[in-house]
């Protein structure tokens, strides 16, 4: 079975200023798929970014990107000039060949000004 | 507006009683899912369903039962069977596919008294 594994429960971020999460996965799969959604105060889960594990280059949305290194199986989500919008929960997630999502426990991002 | 709608927003039930979450999707999405959040642990999936009339245990399905009568819904009933049922519920809904990003309903939270 597929875990995720957050380590970070809570970071802390001034304004501006930039913010790495941390997300690893177990799989013995080759084929998959990776997220970051975002859960602010209202609880609506929103997608942030997702990774195709066969695509070597990283993806990017704008000031979020990931650094996804498939050998370590680790997939971390960097937020660029952070918002006090950015403050929300982040859940890093796994989809493999199964037709569901594998969630992390969460980091909760503070911003500061 | 295509979405995801989950009634109701608060949902109270006396110890004993089985309560229905209501979800409904206008996204055409052939797979829907339920998911239940607790502090500290992200999401856990309950059922999920990939069509119509069939539907699959997830990882914490004790305690719970669903139905998938039509495409468009998919509600969860708590039974009296489920011992802690406290938590925020949440739907979501994704087109048949591997490695798809799923799309997530408002949520319900439900409270034992």
């Known amino acids: 079975a597929q875990t995720v594994t957050q380590s970070q429960p809570e970071m802390s971020v001034q304004e501006a200023e930039t913010v790495t999460l941390s997300c690893t996965y177990d799989?013995?799969?080759?084929?998959?798929?990776l997220f970051w959604y975002k859960q602010p105060p209202s609880r609506q889960m929103i997608l942030v970014i997702r990774q195709e594990a066969y695509k070597q280059q990283n993806a990017t949305e704008n000031r979020f990107s990931v650094n996804f290194q498939k050998a370590a199986k680790s997939f971390s989500l960097k937020i660029s000039d952070s918002q006090l919008g950015d403050a929300a929960m982040y859940f890093c997630?796994?989809?493999?060949?199964?037709?569901?999502?594998?969630f992390g426990t969460g980091t909760r991002l503070q911003v500061t000004l | 507006d295509g979405g995801i709608t989950q009634s109701p927003k608060y949902l109270f039930r006396k110890e004993g009683q089985n309560v229905t979450l209501s979800c409904e999707q206008n996204?055409?999405?052939?797979?829907m899912y339920w998911y239940r959040q607790d502090p500290g642990q992200g999401l856990r999936l309950i059922y999920y369903?990939?069509?119509?009339?069939?539907?699959q245990k997830g990882d914490i399905a004790e305690g719970y039962s669903v139905s998938r009568e039509k495409k468009e819904s998919f509600p969860l009933t708590v039974t009296s069977a489920q011992k802690n049922p406290t938590a925020f519920y949440l739907c979501?809904?994704?087109?048949?596919?591997?490695?798809?990003?799923?799309?997530f309903g408002p949520g319900t939270r439900l409270t034992v008294l």
């Open positions: 997630a796994y989809a493999g060949t199964a037709s569901k999502l594998t």
């Open positions: 979501a809904s994704s087109v048949l596919a591997r490695f798809t990003e799923q799309f």
């Open positions: 996204l055409n999405h052939d797979a």
């Open positions: 799989t013995s799969e080759s084929d998959y798929y």
């Open positions: 369903s990939q069509i119509v009339n069939d539907f």
